[in-house]
């Protein structure tokens, strides 16, 4: 789970980050008292997407930017041409984000600027630091093009953080003096303890500035969490903006759905994540293209196959659906009663390929072959797949 820079900036203040202070936004009545809370004659006016790149992003009438340093007579104007504007940066893809908040921040004497960030390491199944003495910059590009301003460090959970490490990661910034390691201890003990206490995928500020004042303070702020720990943070819930997400993902949540929009055409079914990945891949192979990742779990029932139809069906670029599930923990009866049920609720007229296989699948296929509903079943994967791609393919010649 994603959350906006001004949100992640609130919790780096709960855990002693200094940050870039300002004001966030939803309509254009609440400007004016905004840009009056902050000091300065010149104010940042900041676009709020789950994605990066807003620097450089172009809004789609051609307004370049989605962060900008004004004059505070100009923020307003400068806000108005940002809110419910979609914005495209590298991250979001070609259609863009609608910006739905505004953030005004104070401007800041910058001297310096550094990337630090915090996040799991699947290599060792630790956490990871990265830090780099060229923020402000495209992370990925730094590391192709000068790796020997990036320093990675491995972080044992079990252990902890510990204080050689802290002042490793001081000395590589240049903040070697007593003040300086002083502050720089404070602001990354603060993040670590937020990324372990929060369940944290990833805290990222790029920059981390040193002001002219000697200051240093996180201009920017990104944060993600492990949605699977959420059950242990309902007030982490509350920073949840669905607007930035698929309504698709957030009703699929509601029922145990794992769901990801893809651009295809094919719409798969599964029970597993891996089963998922091949699935895909497969279709791929054969040709086609696959229009999401879905995934109904190993407890899946009638209800909740039912709404993953539904759920498929929303998006209008499904032209085939590919039920694929192996039955293990979950009996391929019980996927076939809650295919025949789901198909005869929802109406559905697309082409459907159903593959089972695993525990019961003689039942299964006996009762989808007496179920009366218009199918294709397949022997394997590899058979399935090939069966939706050419269907698909032929009906919409």
Not at 115 to 131: E, G, N, T
Not at 275 to 290: R, V
Not at 342 to 369: C, I, S, Y
């Amino acid at each position: 789970m994603n959350i906006h820079e001004y949100q992640a900036k609130q919790l780096f203040k709960e855990y002693g980050v200094p940050v870039q202070d300002g004001v966030a936004v939803k309509s254009e009545a609440e400007f004016d008292s905004a840009i009056a809370a902050i000091k300065g004659d010149h104010v940042v006016v900041k676009s709020q997407i789950h994605a990066g790149g807003r620097g450089k992003g172009e809004f789609v009438d051609g307004f370049k930017g989605g962060v900008k340093f004004v004059k505070r007579e100009e923020a307003a104007a400068t806000a108005k041409r940002m809110l419910g504007n979609t914005i495209v940066t590298k991250q979001t893809g070609a259609a863009g984000r609608v910006v739905g908040t505004v953030f005004f921040a104070e401007a800041m004497n910058i001297k310096k600027e550094f990337y630090l960030s915090i996040l799991m390491d699947r290599a060792s199944s630790k956490v990871a630091v990265v830090a780099s003495v060229a923020g402000g910059m495209d992370i990925e590009k730094v590391a192709e093009e000068t790796p020997d301003q990036i320093m990675k460090m491995i972080i044992d959970p079990d252990i902890g953080l510990q204080a050689f490490q802290i002042r490793k990661l001081a000395f590589f910034f240049g903040f070697g003096d007593k003040e300086m390691m002083k502050q720089f201890k404070a602001i990354f003990s603060g993040l670590y303890k937020l990324f372990i206490q929060k369940d944290c995928s990833m805290v990222e500020i790029n920059p981390l500035i040193l002001t002219d004042e000697g200051n240093i303070v996180a201009l920017d702020a990104k944060v993600s969490f492990d949605d699977n720990a959420l059950f242990r943070h309902p007030e982490l819930e509350a920073l949840r903006d669905p607007h930035e997400e698929d309504p698709k993902e957030i009703e699929a949540g509601k029922y145990g759905l794992n769901y990801i929009a893809l651009d295809g055409n094919i719409a798969c079914m599964v029970n597993g994540a891996g089963l998922a990945m091949s699935t895909m891949d497969i279709i791929k192979h054969f040709g086609g293209n696959p229009a999401n990742f879905l995934d109904v779990g190993g407890g899946a029932n009638e209800e909740a196959i039912t709404q993953a139809f539904n759920i498929l069906l929303k998006d209008k670029n499904v032209k085939g659906i590919l039920v694929n599930i192996f039955g293990g923990i979950m009996r391929c009866d019980v996927i076939a009663a809650g295919v025949i049920a789901a198909v005869k609720n929802v109406g559905l007229t697309l082409p459907l390929v159903v593959r089972l296989e695993g525990t019961n699948v003689d039942k299964g296929r006996q009762m989808l072959a007496e179920s009366g509903i218009k199918l294709t079943t397949a022997d394997s994967l590899a058979d399935a797949a090939e069966k939706i791609v050419k269907i698909v393919a032929a009906e919409n010649k």
